[in-house]
């Protein structure tokens, strides 16, 4: 008995370190699981985050966008209408005080700088070729001029509403400013004069001529932009 518990006590200690190492053994295994779990879930939170769209954040529009928004294509075109109409006066208004200065120098007078008369005087003529299609006579010189303002400007508007079809066909800013600047001179040059609204360009002048080119450009340029600045999709 005794050799046999001595055998025992040998053994014990070798027993003990079996028990330890798989003790640690035990350890290590859990430790790696606990990793391999840790990485899993880091991994389905990556792949959820690249399966799931982040939230958009849209900038405020600004005014321009709301306006536009508000008055849908057709009434862009009319606001933007409106836009180069003043432009367009103003470049003309400009023209007018310019020239009378210029005139004035050289005939060494006096310029009549009146601002009234520079704004109204380009577009008198309105009221002649209103007054040829609807059969509209004006009975004094202030209806004729309030004719003409009215002429002006309802033409001018009313040019705008063509920028809301060249947007359905796809026309770019650039196209738009082209295809606009097109029309307005081939109403002016063209069609007006065919239906002896208007005389021929060839009976402007050279000076009249370079004027309604540069200034109808500058209309075009205005009313692209202003069309472009009401447009509600652009995030600004």
Same mark, same amino acid.
């Given at each position: 008995m005794a050799s046999v518990a001595e055998s025992q006590l040998g053994r014990a200690p070798d027993l003990h370190a079996e028990s330890a190492a798989q003790q640690g053994r035990v350890h290590r295994a859990g430790g790696f699981g606990?990793?391999? *779990?840790a990485l899993g879930a880091?991994?389905?939170?990556?792949?959820?985050? #690249?399966?799931?769209? $982040? %939230?958009?954040?849209?900038? $405020? %529009? *600004?005014?321009?966008?709301?306006? +536009?928004?508000? *008055?849908?294509? =057709? +009434? %862009? +075109? #009319?606001?933007?209408?409106?836009?180069?109409?003043?432009?367009i006066t103003v470049a003309s208004t400009v023209d007018e005080l310019v020239t009378e200065l210029v005139g004035a120098r050289r005939e060494k007078r006096k310029p009549d700088l009146d601002v009234r008369k520079a704004i109204l005087s380009p577009w008198s003529f309105s009221a002649g070729v209103v007054s040829k299609v609807v059969g509209i006579s004006p009975t004094s010189e202030v209806h004729e001029r309030r004719l003409a303002i009215v002429a002006h400007w309802g033409y001018g508007s009313t040019w705008g509403l063509s920028l809301a079809a060249m947007r359905a066909l796809g026309l770019r800013p650039l196209a738009a400013v082209g295809a606009l600047l097109a029309g307005q001179l081939g109403a002016e040059m063209i069609v007006m004069p065919?239906?002896?609204?208007?005389p021929p360009p060839t009976q402007w002048g %050279?000076? *009249?001529?370079?004027?309604?080119? @540069?200034?109808?450009?500058? @209309?075009? =340029?205005?009313?692209? +932009?202003?069309?472009?600045? =009401?447009? $509600?999709?652009?995030?600004r």
């Open positions: 606990r990793a391999a *779990a880091v991994a389905l939170l990556a792949a959820a985050g #690249l399966t799931i769209e $982040p %939230r958009r954040v849209r900038r $405020p %529009r *600004a005014v321009g966008g709301l306006l +536009g928004e508000a *008055a849908g294509d =057709l +009434g %862009r +075109g #009319l606001l933007a209408g409106a836009f180069g109409t003043l432009a065919a239906f002896e609204l208007f %050279r000076r *009249a001529v370079v004027s309604s080119v @540069y200034q109808h450009a500058i @209309y075009a =340029l205005a009313t692209v +932009g202003a069309f472009e600045w =009401l447009d $509600p999709s652009g995030i």
